[in-house]
């Protein structure tokens, strides 16, 4: 009579035992080999686990455990600077560029070339140029053009959607077109360059170097392609040349602007 009852309980407490079910996992995996009887977890975790407790440390050499996580483990996009880096990057795309309508919206047209690339439009409008050079004019710090230079360029960009834009002066062309390539790997924009001395503005779409800028601080940019606005003059938009032919991009010569900006290399870059 007691074996008869002690057996009773036994198949009683067993009954009450059961496998604690795992949330779905976002990416599909293989199943697992079916076991014949699989042995629950001794020690399963709470069914809702909360978001904030910290994962446990691994310890040990084992090989991890075959039961699915309870949470699933988001597939995060990897860093920028995570990507292999290929040798070259270019965002140039025939429907973005624009060409400037008047002598004096260059920077106006390289503008409106970088915010269609920005924003994935097509806007060649002579209305919208014309919007943005006049922005630019009343945010720049030309005394007498009726041009407009690096800091009208840069807010313009910045108040039509482009993001957040700036110039910057350099010692040397090698740091101007690194600090311009690294950031339009960073942020995926294009980047703007002052070129006749500062009076005249390209859109730099890509560029060429042996190693990633992002990861490599002395790395060399070898070659650039750019995007200019102006027709019959200038090289045709997505045109690339080498670094060591791009006189045309030298230091600042202008005089009624920064005198900051006179004797470097500027660059417009978000």
């Not at 995926?188 to 500062?198: D, N, Q, S």
């Amino acid at each position: 009579m007691y074996r008869a009852l002690l057996a009773a309980g036994l198949v009683t407490a067993m009954a009450g035992v059961g496998p604690v079910a795992a949330a779905d996992d976002p990416v599909p995996s293989p199943a697992p080999t079916a076991s014949v009887t699989p042995a629950p977890d001794p020690t399963p975790a709470p069914p809702h686990p909360s978001p904030s407790a910290p994962a446990p440390s691994p310890t040990g050499s084992a090989a991890p455990s075959p039961e699915p996580s309870l949470v699933p483990t988001p597939n995060p996009s990897p860093a920028p600077s995570a990507t292999p880096w290929a040798g070259g990057f270019n965002l140039y795309r025939s429907t973005a560029w624009v060409r400037q309508y008047r002598n004096y919206t260059c920077t106006a047209a390289s503008a409106q070339t970088m915010l269609n690339l920005i924003r994935g439009r097509s806007d060649r409008s002579v209305l919208q140029q014309l919007r943005i050079i006049r922005y630019a004019r009343a945010h720049d710090s030309l005394r007498y053009s009726n041009g407009s230079d690096p800091a009208g360029w840069a807010r313009a960009i910045t108040h039509f959607g482009g993001g957040t834009y700036r110039w910057k002066t350099f010692t040397s062309q090698a740091a101007a077109l690194r600090h311009a390539a690294q950031r339009m790997l960073v942020t995926g924009k294009p980047a703007g360059l002052l070129v006749w001395r500062g009076r005249h503005a390209w859109t730099m779409t890509g560029f060429t170097a042996a190693t990633d800028p992002r990861t490599d601080p002395a790395a060399l940019i070898t070659g650039v392609w750019v995007a200019p606005p102006l027709v019959g003059v200038d090289p045709r938009p997505n045109t690339y040349i080498r670094a060591a032919s791009l006189g045309t991009f030298a230091r600042y010569r202008e005089r009624d602007g920064l005198v900051t900006w006179v004797g470097r290399w500027v660059v417009v870059a978000p």
